[in-house]
């Protein structure tokens, strides 16, 4: 019997919320490579959610900043090093050292997906001696890394212009499934993911005072306490609901339901705006139309296929008048609600694997 390629994929999160990377790995294990999925455990790390891939939780006593970096690249480095693999993937910059280091001291072939522009973030350039670590990191690994793939057409334009490397693209697009439309009782407006800074939440809640519905937030962040001091100080309890953080599977019953998304970004940094999120497509593929700032990769797709009603600037004037558009205006949000339909049979994660597939087979073969 032919002996299965083995892949470890690495990230600095507890593995049960990762949809991207649960998405991946469980594309890679149907079609026959051995997977693992390696990342941390956290004192509030809940027990892992069976898949159909292996997994690996590497405990860690500080939670965050440089030492959390130091101890888990220092014990993820170790790991990979002995580990029985044969590719290893670098998911984002915060895992490419270690990965780096442990392929070129064993010889297993590595590969690098990236979700950002790392240096790019907000929380990375607002801090000259951080920036200046990333960049560093960036300059001296990436260009070592010559296979690879990331969320975007603009993502792989600007890595090959900064590090000479031709990566693929590999969208966070939605798996197709069939789909019934149900009859929505509660004409709710979602907001799911991350509860962040630059995600346009002080602009976003008192917005909602000019709106007669309700907003519900599926996420948590480093933004989660001011969002909920911003809903305290707009009066707004009754109509901002916050969830938390909601498992994948009860996450697509709130999408579903949902009259409108929200996509919105800060232009706080070029990663920001050259951004292409998971929601976009989670919204899509439930026939929920979106309210989405206009960055290139949103256009492009809007452009082809009417889906979103798109933003330039995102003060709160703008967003009311926008959400009550598309909860007034039944023409133009049965317009958007049926593009939703079409676009959806393009932009799938079917149509996405192919390139996935393709970066593996060939690194594989080489």
Not at 43 to 60: A, M, V, Y
Not at 245 to 252: A, F
Request: hydrophobic fraction near 40%; glycine fraction near 4%.
């Amino acid at each position: 019997m032919k002996k299965r390629t083995r892949i470890i994929c690495t990230v600095t999160n507890d593995l049960n919320y990762d949809q991207r990377m649960i998405r991946i790995c469980s594309t890679l294990a149907d079609a026959g490579y051995d997977v693992k999925l390696v990342g941390l455990k956290r004192k509030t790390s809940k027990p892992l959610t069976e898949r159909p891939f292996r997994q690996k939780r590497i405990p860690i006593i500080a939670e965050e900043g440089k030492i959390m970096y130091a101890q888990y690249w220092i014990c993820l480095f170790f790991y990979l090093l002995f580990s029985k693999a044969d590719i290893l993937c670098a998911i984002d910059l915060d895992t490419i050292m270690p990965v780096y280091y442990a392929s070129k001291l064993s010889g297993k072939k590595r590969v690098y997906d990236a979700h950002e522009i790392f240096t790019d973030l907000r929380e990375v350039i607002t801090r000259p001696a951080v920036h200046k670590m990333w960049t560093w990191i960036a300059r001296h690994t990436i260009p070592k890394f010559p296979v690879g793939y990331t969320i975007g057409e603009c993502y792989a334009e600007e890595f090959k212009k900064r590090y000479g490397v031709d990566y693929g693209v590999v969208r966070n697009a939605t798996i197709l499934r069939p789909l019934e439309i149900p009859e929505k009782h509660e004409r709710y407006i979602l907001y799911q993911g991350a509860v962040n800074v630059g995600r346009c939440f002080e602009q976003l809640i008192p917005a909602m005072r000019y709106v007669n519905e309700k907003l519900i937030v599926c996420g948590e962040g480093n933004f989660y306490a001011e969002a909920w001091a911003l809903v305290k100080q707009y009066q707004l309890e009754d109509k901002i609901i916050f969830k938390g953080y909601v498992p994948p599977e009860q996450l697509r019953s709130y999408t579903l339901h949902a009259w409108i998304g929200i996509t919105l970004f800060e232009e706080t940094s070029l990663s920001n705006r050259l951004s292409m999120a998971n929601r976009f497509f989670d919204y899509m593929h439930a026939a929920v139309p979106q309210l989405c700032i206009k960055y290139p990769e949103y256009e492009k797709v809007n452009a082809q296929y009417e889906i979103a009603y798109l933003i330039s600037d995102h003060d709160p004037e703008s967003i009311a008048e926008a959400l009550n558009k598309m909860l007034e205006d039944e023409n133009y949000y049965k317009r958007l609600q049926h593009n939703c339909l079409a676009a959806r049979e393009q932009y799938c994660w079917q149509q996405e694997t192919i390139t996935l597939l393709k970066t593996y087979e060939q690194l594989a073969a080489s």
